[in-house]
């Protein structure tokens, strides 16, 4: 298995473009995951995808970030407009199982977002 | 509300050297407990998991934690620390019946020479 498989690896944009981040999730997780991860604010949960749907998308900073599953092996996160406070490494995450803490996250290698 | 502490923010331990890293956590009944280990520029990798049984778990590269109920804690130990160990470790909690994992704010392990 390939495992979680992101890109791009690092994106460099300036302020005001959009940004589109890809994830792959290993092939029959159900659930999926997208984290933001800051020297200031650590590893935060931006959303939640069970079986594609949405379950929890509160970690979401604003309406200028969406992320979309259209089917089981695709996501993304899109960020419009891109600002420099957005800048981070974007983390992927799958796993099997739905509402467990018992099942096992996989990462992704991450996505490094800097906005100029 | 659940929390997960790492009093750590860096560590820093001598090539050969034994190691602990510590990791309290808060939550009112038994959780599931993680170890993460995340190098340079990539992705978090799990090193071990407890779930239940045997408080001593063994995981990935030599290490081992143990879950010590009596001080809500979930130390991950390794007896001899080599250069390629320098990480930053994540502690992270599950919550029974609960898709969020809890996580720790990181223990950066730096390894002298």
């Known amino acids: 298995d390939a495992g979680v498989i992101q890109s791009p690896r690092h994106e460099v944009t300036e302020m005001g473009q959009e940004v589109t981040l890809r994830c792959k999730p290993i092939s029959g997780h159900n659930s999926l995951f997208w984290y933001r991860q800051t020297m200031m604010r650590g590893l935060e949960l931006l959303i939640y995808?069970?079986?594609?749907?949405?379950?929890?998308d509160s970690g979401m900073p604003e309406d200028r970030f969406s992320a979309k599953m259209p089917n089981a092996s695709f996501s993304t996160l899109k960020i419009q407009p891109s600002e420099p406070r957005d800048s981070a490494v974007y983390f992927c995450a799958s796993k099997q199982g739905v509402g467990s803490g018992a099942n096992v996250l996989t990462f992704g290698a991450g996505s490094r977002l800097t906005v100029l | 509300a659940q929390s997960v502490t790492q009093p750590d923010i860096h560590i820093t331990v001598s090539e050969g050297a034994s190691l602990e890293l510590r990791c309290n956590y808060s939550?009112?009944?038994?959780?599931?407990l993680f170890w993460y280990v995340q190098s340079p520029g990539q992705g978090l990798q799990l090193l071990l998991k407890y779930f239940s049984g045997d408080t001593l778990v063994q995981g990935i590269k030599g290490f081992e934690a143990e879950f010590k109920r009596s001080q809500s804690s979930f130390n991950l130990r390794k007896p001899s620390v080599h250069w390629s160990d320098a990480a930053e470790y994540f502690c992270a909690v599950g919550v029974r019946s609960n898709y969020q994992l809890i996580w720790g704010a990181g223990t950066k392990l730096i390894i002298k020479p």
């Open positions: 939550y009112g009944a038994t959780p599931y």
């Open positions: 995808f069970n079986n594609n749907v949405p379950i929890d």
